[in-house]
């Protein structure tokens, strides 16, 4: 069953599969105009290796079959495009070989003709690739590519600065990481640590570490106990107390907190 989600015309031309974070919104793993070339290559290798006895032929319809196997033996984030990545090779291979064949056969001012649809359809595709990945991507379910944490990594280190304890949840990103990344954290310190992991009530340097969606929650009609002197790094629909105040709202590139 999840063999056969990486062999169809969805994940081939509409949606280019999981994990989100490489999810290209609107976008297959292959051009739509290249169709009904892998179609009339997949039919002529298939036709003549058998007719023929070319049996090379079958070797890039061979290729999709076994490239998809890694994907197929496996149930989290299906259909996965790292997965089966390996079968993109042999439907490159088939679509070419069905381009190559089309124009091979075609003469004068019909290849012409054809040649210029192609190449007119082909630059729309690509460029409609092209402006799915480099613009909506980057607002498209952002918080997928923890567009955010980059931001969220210099405010704690700015906070850390003026307050004694970073109370922080882990949900969302990997936000040990990428304090460490922005904040140029040296490696060589953070293994002789012993690399420490995302662990709940790690406390790293003054930041301490929650699984907590919400290490800050309470009625907002009510006042909470709010430990002095700490900073709450909550998630956007965490109930605050009445006596919390908020210091800054980090938004993703679509606006949202």
Same mark, same amino acid.
């Given at each position: 069953m999840y063999y056969f989600q990486h062999i169809n015309g969805d994940f081939f %031309?509409?949606?280019?599969?999981? @994990?989100?974070?490489?999810?290209v919104p609107w976008s297959g793993n292959l051009?739509?105009?290249?169709? @009904?070339?892998?179609? $009339?290559?997949?039919?002529?290798?298939?036709?003549?290796?058998i007719k023929l006895k070319k049996y090379h032929y079958f070797i890039p319809v061979i290729w999709i079959c076994i490239g998809a196997l890694p994907a197929g033996f496996t149930w989290e984030d299906v259909p996965n495009i790292q997965r089966a990545s390996m079968m993109l090779y042999g439907l490159i291979a088939?679509?070419? /070989?069905?381009?190559?064949? $089309? /124009?091979? $056969?075609?003469?004068?001012?019909?290849?012409v003709?054809?040649?210029?649809? /192609?190449?007119?359809?082909?630059?729309?595709?690509? %460029?409609?690739? $092209?402006?799915?990945? %480099?613009?909506?991507?980057?607002?498209?379910e952002s918080w997928n590519r923890s567009a955010a944490a980059k931001e969220v990594a210099f405010t704690i280190d700015e906070l850390s600065k003026v307050y004694s304890t970073i109370r922080m949840t882990t949900q969302g990103n990997n936000n040990l990481i990428h304090y460490l990344y922005?904040?140029? /954290?040296? *490696?060589?310190?953070?293994r002789s640590m012993g690399s420490p992991r995302e662990e709940e009530n790690l406390k790293f340097g003054?930041?301490?570490?929650?699984?907590?969606?919400? *290490?800050?929650e309470g009625n907002p009609l009510c006042n909470a106990?709010?430990?002095?002197?700490?900073?709450?790094?909550?998630?956007?629909?965490?109930?605050? @107390?009445?006596?919390?105040?908020?210091?800054?709202?980090?938004?993703? *590139?679509?606006?949202? @907190?």
């Open positions: %031309f509409v949606h280019n599969g999981l @994990p989100a974070r490489y999810k051009h739509l105009i290249e169709l @009904p070339f892998l179609l $009339i290559g997949f039919s002529i290798l298939v036709a003549e290796g088939v679509s070419a /070989f069905g381009i190559s064949e $089309i /124009f091979s $056969i075609l003469r004068g001012k019909m290849r003709t054809l040649l210029g649809i /192609f190449f007119l359809v082909l630059s729309h595709n690509v %460029f409609y690739f $092209i402006h799915n990945y %480099f613009y909506h991507s980057r607002i498209h922005y904040s140029k /954290f040296d *490696p060589n310190v953070f003054k930041i301490s570490i929650t699984g907590k969606h919400c *290490p800050l106990h709010v430990d002095e002197g700490t900073v709450y790094i909550d998630m956007p629909y965490c109930k605050l @107390p009445r006596n919390a105040e908020i210091l800054k709202v980090i938004r993703q *590139p679509d606006g949202l @907190p």
